[in-house]
């Protein structure tokens, strides 16, 4: 057994780490084929030697604390770590890669990562590509579960957000700069203006994505979100937005990028008639050096600058 501290061991972080994953000790207890007074007194003898409340517990199950997610976070990259050398040096199979990218609600990130996990070729790998809030994934990288995450800087949302990322340990580097469009259905009733306006817009329902517990304006996915609505409609996933765009008069202002082979050309991109940029880019810890697969990966997006 692989000692990490005085009583820590590295089966107690592969344990913690289930926990987690499972989001229940029962569960996470049948998983792992051990009774579950074991893994709860194994949780608390890691607890006590740390100082600290991993999970907190509850009639509905267990949560993370703050604490115990950075925690888990170091975690997870030790369990990989030795996943990777048992792999090699001892099974002497080919390394499983794991690689997970937290994201804005972009179809690009999406096209780059397929391209990504074909240039990979290998047999074995965990790809985790998670389209998510703004604020979980600034939390998902700065507590290394994702290798990289993706977001956007505007001018209106700058100072907030380079406060967060460096209140957060988390540096942010620029992918490209692209203006503004609103996507629309292709028989809007403004889709054939060569450019629109936010007064143009004022009639039709604006779409826009879910920020949970963080739905502010600087953790927005859309730009100019602080302007007022008389229809609004929030959504959480990115097909959705896409169907109500395409069933409704909706709208909703992002990059502009969006491939027509998608949704056969029934969506359209029209330049929005404001003086505003979204900074597109990825956030590592402080430090950090992107992975090769993360070189692989933020070369796949530089593809869809504009």
């Known amino acids: 057994m692989k000692e990490v501290g005085n009583s820590m061991t590295f089966q107690h972080l592969k344990y913690l780490l289930t926990v987690a994953e499972k989001g229940s000790i029962t569960e996470a207890a049948k998983g792992l084929f051990i009774s579950q007074p074991s893994l709860s007194n194994a949780i608390k003898e890691v607890e006590k030697e740390i100082g600290f409340s991993i999970f907190t517990r509850s009639r509905t199950g267990i949560a993370l604390t703050k604490e115990g997610m950075e925690f888990l976070g170091y975690a997870r990259q030790v369990v990989q770590q030795m996943d990777l050398l048992e792999s090699k040096y001892v099974f002497n199979v080919p390394v499983k890669q794991r690689f997970c990218v937290s994201t804005q609600h972009y179809t690009f990130t999406a096209n780059a990562f397929v391209e990504m996990v074909q240039q990979f070729g290998q047999e074995r790998f965990e790809f985790i590509l998670n389209e998510t ?14 290798d990289v995450g993706i977001l956007f800087i505007s001018n209106s949302n700058e100072t907030i957000m380079r406060k967060v990322l460096e209140k957060n340990n988390l540096d942010f580097y620029e992918l490209f700069s692209v203006s ?13 203006r060569g450019v629109v306006t936010l ?16 739905n502010s304006t600087y953790f927005a996915e859309e730009l ?24 409704l008069d909706g709208y909703t202002i992002s990059s502009g990028i969006f491939p027509k082979y998608l949704h056969g050309g029934s969506i359209v ?3 929005l008639a404001e003086n505003e940029q ?20 933020t070369e796949a997006l530089r593809q869809y600058r504009v």
């Open 224 to 247: 100019f979100s602080m302007e007022p609505a008389e229809k609004s409609i929030k959504v959480s996933d990115r097909a959705a937005i896409v169907n109500l765009m395409i069933g």
């Open 278 to 297: 979204m900074r597109i880019g990825y956030i590592l810890n402080k430090g950090q050096a992107l992975s090769e697969l993360g070189v692989t990966y």
């Open 180 to 192: 503004p469009h609103v996507f629309l259905r292709t028989d809007h009733p403004l889709a054939k």
């Open 199 to 214: 007064k143009d817009l004022e009639p039709y329902p604006r779409l826009s994505f879910l920020q949970g517990n963080y």
């Open 269 to 271: 991109a029209l330049p």
């Open 133 to 146: 809030q703004t604020f979980q994934i600034i939390d998902d990288v700065k507590n290394r579960f994702s």
